[in-house]
């Protein structure tokens, strides 16, 4: 099966909760990692090495071969001036771009409008996932955010765009005592109608797709199968977003992010067997991130929120390899226990706004950051 899709598109997928960048990029020789993760460490002989200093989780597997490729770029270090540990806050400074102050435009948002600045197709934008990432919502900018593919569609049984515009309306009214009539509001009205329209025509996406592979029976692997469905559908989608949540390991991390990470690794491998089938694996970049990393030592049977995280890009348009440095565990190089970040993420936005969706970073982070060559 060939594919007409030419334009360079963007699969964000967000690690949610916090995944440890210590456990999953792992340094293997360094006896520091042994001393600070005296229960949670993966053994040496069990990792899978990158180089002299670094290894991938033994759970990472099918994402090692695809390094070994030359088709992953490991990003380490990543993060921002004066980090938030909480979970809220954080996740609202990657969306934003904003550490300073709260944000009201999504990064990702501002890519969209971009991309397609008369908003002319209601489908530039799509999540797979409950709710709307703060990433991706600008007033005037239609997302469609689907939760399951077989089964989407909002208000999409009532016909007629008269009956539509006052059921959004009477949706509207239901939490305006809530949240007034501010930005949500605003979101709402301005683009509710366009994301009913999308609705109508990813509702005609799975009869078209056909693929020989089989994914993982996961949440992320039935969430990047989600997203080959409506990328081989030649809807002129641009930006996809997922999550894959449960990353937030205070206790009883070994098993349960071994299981995360080889799902991940494993829906990943799936998608870009799909996106290879359909013959348009060369216009798509996969971007994974997590709100912040994990604390330096481990807690007893997990590990507490921390900072200095890790980023991937993963696929055929990526310059495979190792990028920026693992920041020092040592005690003195420390920030409050947490390992200090090396690269600002918003560089990292940038290079791939910039090098990948060919739009000006400036405007889309809000500033001029070091930029990465990964694309």
Not at 21 to 28: L, R
Not at 72 to 88: E, L, T
Not at 126 to 152: C, D, H, I, K
Not at 328 to 351: A, H, T, W
């Amino acid at each position: 099966m060939t594919s007409t899709n030419k334009d360079p598109i963007l699969v964000v997928v967000q690690l949610t909760g916090g995944n440890d960048y210590i456990n999953t990029v792992i340094p293997y020789q360094d006896p520091l990692y042994y001393d600070s993760r005296k229960t949670v460490g993966v053994a040496q002989d069990e990792v899978l090495p990158i180089n002299d200093e670094l290894a991938f989780n033994p759970a990472l597997a099918a994402v090692k071969d695809l390094y070994d490729q030359g088709k992953v770029a490991v990003i380490n270090g990543i993060g921002y001036p004066g980090p938030n540990r909480s979970h809220f806050r954080s996740m609202d400074i990657w969306h934003t771009c904003e550490p300073a102050k709260v944000g009201t435009e999504g990064w990702l948002g501002r890519a969209i409008r971009d991309l397609d600045p008369k908003a002319e197709n209601v489908l530039t934008g799509v999540n797979f996932g409950r709710g709307l990432p703060r990433a991706m919502a600008l007033t005037g900018v239609p997302v469609a955010s689907v939760a399951v593919l077989e089964t989407y569609g909002v208000l999409t049984g009532i016909s007629g765009e008269q009956e539509r515009t006052q059921a959004l309306d009477l949706f509207s009214r239901m939490y305006s005592p809530i949240v007034g009539t501010g930005h949500v509001m605003d979101y709402l009205g301005s683009t509710g109608l366009d994301a009913l329209k999308g609705a109508d025509i990813l509702k005609t996406v799975p009869a078209q797709y056909q693929s020989t592979v089989e994914y993982s029976d996961s949440v992320i692997g039935r969430n990047l199968q989600g997203i080959a469905k409506v990328l081989t559908a030649n809807l002129g989608t641009r930006v996809f977003y997922t999550q894959q949540p449960g990353y937030d390991t205070h206790a009883n991390q070994g098993p349960v992010h071994g299981v995360l990470l080889e799902h991940l690794s494993q829906a990943i491998d799936d998608f870009y067997a799909d996106l290879r089938e359909h013959n348009t694996s060369e216009n798509v970049l996969i971007y994974l991130f997590t709100e912040f990393g994990r604390r330096v030592k481990d807690n007893g049977s997990g590990t507490d929120h921390g900072a200095g995280g890790l980023a991937m890009a993963i696929g055929d348009p990526v310059k495979g390899g190792i990028y920026s440095e693992f920041p020092s565990m040592r005690p003195e190089d420390l920030e409050e226990g947490d390992l200090k970040y090396n690269i600002d993420f918003r560089g990292v936005y940038g290079s791939v706004a910039e090098k990948w969706l060919g739009l000006d970073a400036t405007s889309i982070v809000g500033g001029q950051f070091e930029r990465l060559d990964f694309v």
